[in-house]
């Protein structure tokens, strides 16, 4: 079956740096994309891994490691726009997007 | 332009109603989808269009029924739904569906309240 993981709930401090974990049990793996959702809005595209390593861009940071089946979402200098839901979503061998639960980030002050 | 656009942006319908949901895209994306997102939860994909043909059906109900009547152009028909159909749908599109790293582009989505 199809089985992605993250917490459900995050909490942080403005300037922080916080670290959201996602781990994956999938039919096949054709990539690894984080999405950012605010309540009631779209998704937006934040990264993709397809190889192992960490992809930097700009104040986010993605890691992928296939063998361990983990990935996590490095956010630095936090502020309070960044307070969303994290979506780990894993392209499977069929290239159909799965969705992990979410992690809900709380920023404050 | 880099927009997925949906429209209407809420829509409140009777269960024995029938009303449609739409969908546009002008990037030249050929793979279109539909997703059905509850509150707190994560989307569910419903269809997925490539090249405007159906590619795939996840066992959706036939109360809904995906239309492309072109490239840029995708449509949700909804008939007889059920008050446990209310939710976001949500439109997206990318260039391709296959395993390149083409992410998928989402619209704002719908809020569909059945009543």
């Known amino acids: 079956g199809q089985n992605i993981d993250q917490p459900t709930e995050m909490t942080a401090t403005e300037g922080a740096i916080v670290q959201i974990n996602c781990t994956y049990q999938t039919s096949g793996f054709n990539g690894l994309f984080w999405y950012q959702q605010h309540a009631g809005e779209a998704p937006t595209f934040l990264s993709y891994?397809?190889?192992?390593g960490l992809e930097e861009k700009g104040r986010f940071s993605s890691f992928l490691s296939r063998s361990k089946g983990y990935s996590y979402l490095l956010l630095k200098e936090l502020q309070m726009k960044d307070s969303a839901s994290y979506l780990c979503?894993?392209?499977?061998?069929?290239?159909?997007?799965?969705f992990g639960t979410g992690t809900r980030l709380q920023v404050f002050p | 332009d880099t927009e997925v656009t949906q429209t209407p942006k809420h829509l409140v319908m009777g269960m024995t109603n029938k009303k449609s949901l739409k969908c546009e895209q002008h990037m030249g994306h050929r793979a279109m989808y539909w997703y059905k997102q509850k509150a707190k939860k994560p989307p569910e994909l419903m269809f997925v269009?490539?090249?405007?043909?159906?590619?795939i059906n996840e066992s959706v109900p036939s109360r809904f029924s995906p239309e492309c009547p072109n490239s840029s152009l995708l449509n949700l028909h909804l008939h007889a739904l059920q008050p446990e159909d209310s939710a976001l749908y949500l439109c997206?599109?990318?260039?391709?569906?296959?395993?390149?790293?083409?992410?998928?582009?989402f619209g704002p989505g719908t809020r569909l309240t059945v009543t």
């Open positions: 269009y490539s090249y405007e043909k159906l590619s």
């Open positions: 979503a894993v392209r499977d061998n069929t290239d159909k997007l799965i």
């Open positions: 997206a599109s990318s260039p391709l569906m296959n395993r390149e790293s083409y992410e998928q582009y």
């Open positions: 891994n397809v190889l192992d």
